[in-house]
C-alpha cells in the first residue's frame, strides 16, 4: 500500500535575509558612499583644473610659436599689423595655416598650430574675447590680452588662475611634467 506522509506541523523554512541583515547591508553601503563620493569629487575638480591649466598652456605655446613666425606678431593683429579683435579670426590664425603676414592661406608655409581651439574646461566655451575688461567677466571662453600677449580663462580673475597654477604645481606635477621652480 502507498506511504502516508506525516506533517509535524512545521512550516517549511524559506532562504533569504532577514530585516536587520538587510538594513546592516544598507548601513554599511552607506558609510562607503559617505567615505567615496566627496573624493570623487575632489578628484574631478582636481582633473578639470589640470585640464584647464594643460589647455591654457597649449594655447600659450600656439601664440608663441605665432608670433616668433610673424615677427612678434600676434593672433590678434591681422596682416596690416593693425588690432583685430575678432575671436574668431584670431582662432583661425592658429587652426589654419598662413602666409608671413598672418593672413590665412590655403597654402600658406606658417602653421597650423592649433588642431582645434581649445575650450575651457570649466566653462565649456571655445570663444575668445581679445582685450576688453580683464579676465573674470565669463563672457567668453578665454581672453587674450594683445597688451601683455597672455591667453587666460575669461571665468577666472587673475588672482584665481595664478591660485589654480600654485595649486596645480603644489601636486608636483604640470602637464605630466614635474614642476621645477626658477631661482629665488
Known amino acids: 500500500m ?3 506522509r506525516v506533517q509535524l506541523g512545521l512550516t ?5 535575509f532577514s530585516l536587520i541583515e538587510l538594513v546592516i547591508v544598507i548601513v554599511i553601503i552607506g558609510i562607503i558612499a559617505a567615505i567615496a563620493v566627496p573624493r570623487m569629487g575632489k578628484r574631478a575638480e582636481t582633473a578639470r583644473v589640470v585640464r584647464l591649466m594643460e589647455d591654457m598652456n597649449r594655447y600659450q605655446e600656439a601664440i608663441e610659436r605665432y608670433k616668433i613666425e610673424h615677427g ?3 593672433p590678434a593683429h591681422d596682416s596690416t599689423g593693425a588690432l583685430d579683435t575678432s575671436g574668431d579670426n584670431f582662432i583661425a590664425r592658429l587652426t589654419m595655416p598662413t602666409d608671413d603676414d598672418g593672413a590665412l592661406r590655403a597654402g600658406g608655409l606658417y602653421g597650423p598650430y592649433l588642431r582645434a581651439a581649445p575650450s575651457n574646461a570649466a566653462s565649456r566655451l571655445v570663444t575668445v574675447r581679445i582685450g576688453g575688461a580683464a579676465a573674470g567677466a565669463d563672457t567668453h571662453g578665454w581672453r587674450f590680452g594683445p597688451n601683455t600677449g ?5 571665468n577666472l ?13 603644489s601636486r608636483g606635477k604640470v602637464g605630466g611634467f614635474e614642476a621645477v621652480e626658477d631661482g629665488p
Open 2 to 4: 502507498g506511504r502516508r
Open 12 to 16: 517549511p523554512v524559506r532562504a533569504g
Open 72 to 74: 612678434g606678431r600676434s
Open 150 to 154: 597672455l591667453i587666460e580663462p575669461d
Open 157 to 169: 580673475t587673475t588672482v584665481e588662475i595664478k591660485n589654480v597654477g600654485d595649486a596645480v604645481v
